[in-house]
C-alpha cells in the first residue's frame, strides 16, 4: 500500500506501512501504519526511504466570505483574536494554524460595549472571513454567527444555553456571549 507522490493528504491519512517506510517530516507512525500529521502533498525520500508530507500553506486554503470555527485565543479592549481551526464545508476538516482578528465593530449587529461580555478565552466559534490581507479579519455578526460553544469560567465544562445566557450546572453560574443559533448543535470532534 502506498499513496502516490504529489497526492494531497490530510491529517490523519494513511501512508504506508513501517515496513515500506521510515515516517519523516510531517507523518507519524502508529501501530506500524505511517499517517499524515498535516494537510499537504505526499513524497517519498528514496535515499532515506522516508515517507514525506509538506504542508501546504492553509492561508491558500482559506478565502473571503469562508465561514470557519475557530478557538478564542486573546482578546484586548477592542477586538478578539481566534485560532481558525475547520473551515465549513470542505469534505474534509482542515485544521490550520491561521489566526484572526475579529473587531468589536464586526462581534454583533448589536452595540458591544466590552468585549467580555461577548467572548471568552477557549470559546468556539463560528465567524465568516472578511478580509485575508493584509490581516485576516473575521466577523460574527448575523444570528448564525458567534459562540457555539462556551467553556464556565469558573470550572472549564462546556456550558448549556439558557435562552440568550449561558449556564453551567456545576457552578450555578450565568455567562454572556454572543451566541450562535447553532449553539450546541454542532458536533465537534474532540483535538
Ligand atoms: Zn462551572
Given at each position: 500500500m502506498q499513496v502516490a507522490e504529489g497526492k494531497l493528504v490530510y491529517p490523519g491519512d494513511k501512508l504506508g506501512t513501517h515496513e515500506e517506510w521510515m515516517p519523516g517530516e510531517g507523518t507519524y507512525e502508529e501501530d506500524g501504519v505511517i499517517y499524515s500529521k498535516v494537510l499537504g502533498k505526499v513524497k517519498y525520500d528514496e535515499d532515506k526511504l522516508e515517507a514525506i508530507v509538506e504542508a501546504v500553506n492553509p492561508v491558500s486554503s482559506v478565502g473571503i466570505g469562508d465561514v470557519v470555527y475557530g478557538t478564542i485565543r486573546d482578546k484586548r479592549s477592542s477586538m478578539a483574536t481566534m485560532t481558525i481551526n475547520v473551515i465549513e464545508g470542505r469534505s474534509r476538516s482542515v485544521r490550520t494554524d491561521l489566526d484572526g482578528t475579529i473587531h468589536i465593530s464586526k462581534m454583533s449587529d448589536d452595540y458591544v460595549d466590552s468585549v467580555e461580555a461577548v467572548f471568552l478565552k477557549g470559546d468556539i466559534v463560528r465567524a465568516k472571513v472578511l478580509?485575508?490581507?493584509?490581516s485576516v479579519q473575521l466577523s460574527t455578526m448575523g444570528?448564525?454567527?458567534?459562540?457555539v460553544r462556551g467553556y464556565c469560567f469558573n470550572c472549564r465544562r462546556p456550558m448549556e444555553r439558557k435562552g440568550n445566557l449561558l449556564y453551567c450546572e456545576s457552578c450555578d453560574r450565568r455567562e454572556t456571549r454572543k451566541l450562535s443559533k447553532l449553539y450546541g448543535k454542532i458536533k465537534m470532534k474532540s483535538k
Open positions: 478580509q485575508m490581507d493584509p444570528k448564525n454567527f458567534g459562540v
